[in-house]
């Protein structure tokens, strides 16, 4: 072997390798390897404004960083929407939800306005002035799209719903747990049970009801709903009064709380919820302290809140550079999944301040 050929081989080493990872456990989705090459696929921009109905004001509105993407897929092209903030008020930011289409799933095209925002409506309450936030979403099974986000007034984060024919025009349905027991609880990050439909991800009906994990805390949360608009949370007799259906774990990458990734995916061995864990001082030594990496959850198809097995360890972590340093260092934060051209395209949020993807066999 001559010595530009042996340079090249030794340089594309460890991407080889690395794609040749196998799945820690057989019912995992995977094995999804990083698309270095092109990360991050989305980063802020200065360059386009938005006309604030609430400020009353023109504002760099994803000037700040774009992160925490949705995707789905519409007329054979992927469908983004993304997280965005602007530098404004007092938080440094409000969050609104950007759309950008792609064709091949990695170059991404964006609509110089945002799509959903806060406005001079019901929801203001909610919404003002922190903003919209890391939307989760699916279709229902007629053809309506479905999405959870969530809202930050500056004391509590709140999951909502809302709804859309075509991904642009939006209707906001109000909170997901629209109870006056859960009104001004703190609740985000809603993940729905659906079945892969060719390219479609579709809700999909357990015992006569749809079912959705969600939180952010220690332990993962269940809620279910006759529409997928008014949801109920499953109770149970514990501190918060919540139905825990897994839980945090010392020593490992998980150890201070679980977050819900992308839709809960039907398969033949059961229920299957990519999720994102965060470690602590007692967590895994092998990773940083409050860094984020991705783990996965598996349910029993017939009772969504069985949990029946889990990965022992993480199957993506932050190890780029713009992954350990942004707005919050050492976070890859897994949020949007669509089945395309043949692959699993898994989009998430690095460091809070762009967006990565990560592809694997379908």
């Not at 980063?43 to 774009?66: G, H, I, L």
Request: charged share 20%.
């Amino acid at each position: 072997m001559n010595k530009r050929l042996l340079v090249v081989f030794l340089l594309s080493l460890p991407t080889w390798l690395s794609a040749q990872k196998t799945l820690e456990k057989p019912w995992m989705i995977g094995p999804f390897q990083k698309q270095n090459a092109v990360n991050p696929i989305l980063d802020a921009k200065a360059s386009t404004t938005f006309f604030c109905p609430v400020r009353q004001a023109t504002v760099r509105w994803e000037e700040k960083d774009v992160f925490n993407p949705a995707t789905v897929v519409r007329n054979g092209k992927v469908y983004m929407l993304y997280r965005a903030e602007d530098t404004v008020g007092k938080f440094a930011g409000t969050s609104r939800l950007g759309l950008a289409v792609s064709t091949d799933g990695i170059h991404f095209k964006r609509r110089p306005t945002p799509v959903f925002y806060p406005e001079n409506d019901a929801m203001k309450v909610y919404e003002w002035e922190g903003g919209c936030e890391d939307p989760r979403v699916v279709e229902s099974p007629n053809g309506v799209y479905v999405m959870t986000y969530t809202t930050y007034d500056g004391d509590k984060a709140r999951l909502c719903v809302a709804t859309s024919k075509d991904l642009v025009d939006w209707q906001k349905q109000g909170l997901a747990f629209g109870q006056e027991t859960y009104r001004n609880s703190w609740s985000k990050s809603g993940a729905i049970v659906c079945r892969q439909q060719g390219s479609r991800v579709v809700a999909q009906k357990i015992n006569g009801v749809y079912w959705m994990y969600w939180g952010d805390q220690p332990d993962l949360r269940m809620a279910t709903s006759p529409d997928l608009l008014h949801w109920t949370p499953q109770t149970g007799n514990t501190p918060s009064g919540f139905l825990p259906v897994a839980e945090s774990r010392p020593g490992k990458h998980d150890a201070r709380l679980i977050e819900p990734g992308p839709f809960a995916l039907l398969t033949p061995a059961g229920i299957v919820l990519i999720y994102n864990g965060m470690n602590n001082k007692q967590g895994d030594p092998a990773l940083p302290e409050d860094a984020y990496a991705g783990g996965q959850l598996l349910f029993d198809k017939q009772n969504p809140a069985k949990l029946l097995d889990r990965s022992a360890s993480y199957f993506i972590k932050p190890d780029q550079p713009y992954e350990t340093q942004g707005q919050v260092n050492q976070v890859v934060f897994l949020e949007g999944m669509v089945p395309f051209k043949g692959r699993w395209f898994l989009y998430y949020g690095t460091a809070d301040s762009k967006i990565g993807v990560a592809t694997a066999p379908h």
